[in-house]
């Protein structure tokens, strides 16, 4: 009887290891900002469950002049802080965001402002090397002007080839996101959206990408991301976790109900891709539990 109640004991606690495996198949990971990270807010963000963030050094970039608030040994030195309390609290530094806007676009025509944000991407990637994170993330291109979306993509081709490099030296991986497209002029007609704005688009420039550049796929930038998910297979790396409608920068939190996003559909797709990487929140909720807590309400959708 005592071995009867022993093995079914057993075969019980194996199920729920299994169950709770099932369960927590994603690590969960929040997006914050370097200057927010301190010891007390990673302290928190352990405590909590999550297991780790992506973040970027956007709090300490002038985006106009591509220069940085703080002196070369000042940015050190708030790295290797950042890297050491991450350690202490247990939080994996999973992704970096690269700064982005006007004046920051791998994808410039013109040669010169190209440059100037090669190496000002070269700067960041020698500050965020000391974090060691897995991921470094780059914005395909800013909007476009009228009728040069394919000078666009040979540079922003020449730049992914320039700056892998260097990330590889990190020994790091490098992605590209997708960016939001729902019509391929903006309101005003004066301008293109973003590259890789649409599937079809994602699919024809990661063809001419070196293989070991991959992608990252915002749930907010596209309606219905599980086809993107889909078509872009083992080569999706890690995610942007938002609700939306592909029309608009939303960033809904995901158990707002506020998106149009399938989360059973996603949750499928990211299961047929053999998705490896976080549940990535580039969304936020008034409290930091909210982020598990609505994970495992997805999770019961997602059935």
Known sequence: MFKLRKLILITFTAFLIVTSAQAQRYKVGISIGANSLTKKKLKQISDVGIDCVETGLTPY?????????LDDAEMMKKMRELKQAATEMGVEIWSIHMPYGKEIDISFVD??????VIAFHQQVLKYVSVLKPKIILFHPS???SLNQRDMH?????KSVEELNKNVKTMKATMVIENMLGPALLVAKGNQERPLMRTVEECLAIFKLLPDDVYAAVDLNHIANPEKLLLALGS?????HVADGDGQAER????CDGKGQNNWKAIFNALK????????????TTANLEGYLDCYRELLKLSK
Do not use: W
Not at 111 to 116: H, T
Not at 251 to 254: I, L, M, R
């Open 61 to 69: 970039i002038n985006k106009d002049s591509l220069t940085f608030i």
């Open 235 to 239: 080569r999706v790396k890690t995610l």
């Open 272 to 283: 047929n891709i053999q998705y490896q990487g976080p549940f990535m929140y580039e969304s």
């Open 111 to 116: 040669e010169a402002r190209r440059q100037k």
């Open 251 to 254: 960033h809904y939190f995901p």
């Open 142 to 144: 800013y909007y476009l």
């Open 153 to 157: 993509i040979q540079q922003l081709i």
